[in-house]
């Protein structure tokens, strides 16, 4: 079964680091793009950033500087990496796997890891 | 605010259909034939519904469909069922590498 499952959310402060993980099965995480998506609470989807297969990546300006988008092959996992988390960027946080001959548009979702930036 | 405008509520009653806008500019849907669209149920990941403007992945039904006119684009929900009530969302390509989403409708079947 194609799937893929996050995990590393939690509460944090102000100021500090999370990683976030997101596996997959059934597909390889490096034989296509792959993007995380995050959605405040109430709120809409938010593009965060993505990495190609060739290992380019690219950020939301939000966030540019402060995560970090890569993937572990071996692991067949991907990972978003954030720093001097701030409050709002408190969301629930989807990793999506860019579907095959289609741009920019996402077949595969997981379930999305709660993150809360908060004192 | 969004970067992608999209009414934030729209409804119809089964069998009828309904049609959701997403509007962008000149420099993303206008350029690009990279729209896609998604639905979200309450409490759920989204669901790719429509990509590249108006084609359909495995499995979704034909009642969906997607068009694009010069810097706007639109999802059409035929034959409306109970289960269709949910959030939509367009995305589109914002060229240098920059995906945009719209604020989201909230579909109501009346």
């Known amino acids: 079964e194609v799937q893929l499952v996050e995990s590393g959310g939690g509460l944090i402060q102000p100021g500090g680091s999370l990683r976030l993980s997101c596996a997959a099965s059934?597909?390889?995480?490096?034989?296509?793009?792959m993007t995380w998506v995050r959605q405040a609470p109430g709120k809409g989807l938010d593009w965060v950033s993505l990495?190609?297969?060739?290992?380019?990546?690219a950020y939301a300006h939000s966030v540019r500087g402060r995560f970090t988008i890569s993937r572990d092959n071996s692991k067949n996992t991907l990972y978003l990496q954030m720093n001097s988390l701030r409050a709002e960027d408190t969301a629930v946080y989807y990793c999506?796997?860019?579907?095959?001959?289609?741009?920019?548009?996402?077949?595969?979702w997981g379930q999305g890891t709660m993150v809360t930036v908060s004192s | 605010q969004s970067a992608l405008t999209q009414p934030p509520s729209a409804s119809g009653s089964p069998e009828q259909s309904v049609t959701i806008s997403c509007t962008g500019t000149?420099?993303?849907?206008?350029?690009?034939?990279?729209v896609s669209w998604y639905q979200q149920h309450p409490g759920k990941a989204p669901k790719l519904l429509i990509y590249?403007?108006?084609k359909r992945p495995s499995g979704v039904p034909d009642r969906f469909s997607g068009s694009k006119s010069a810097n706007t684009a639109s999802l059409t929900v035929s034959g409306l069922q109970a289960e269709d009530e949910a959030d939509y969302y367009c995305?589109?390509?914002?060229?240098?590498?920059?995906?945009?989403f719209g604020g989201g409708t909230k579909l109501t079947v009346l």
């Open positions: 999506a796997r860019g579907g095959y001959g289609m741009s920019w548009a996402f077949d595969i």
């Open positions: 059934g597909f390889s995480v490096d034989s296509n793009y």
């Open positions: 990495i190609y297969s060739g290992d380019n990546t």
């Open positions: 000149s420099s993303d849907i206008g350029f690009y034939n990279h």
């Open positions: 590249e403007v108006s």
């Open positions: 995305s589109s390509d914002g060229g240098s590498s920059n995906l945009l």
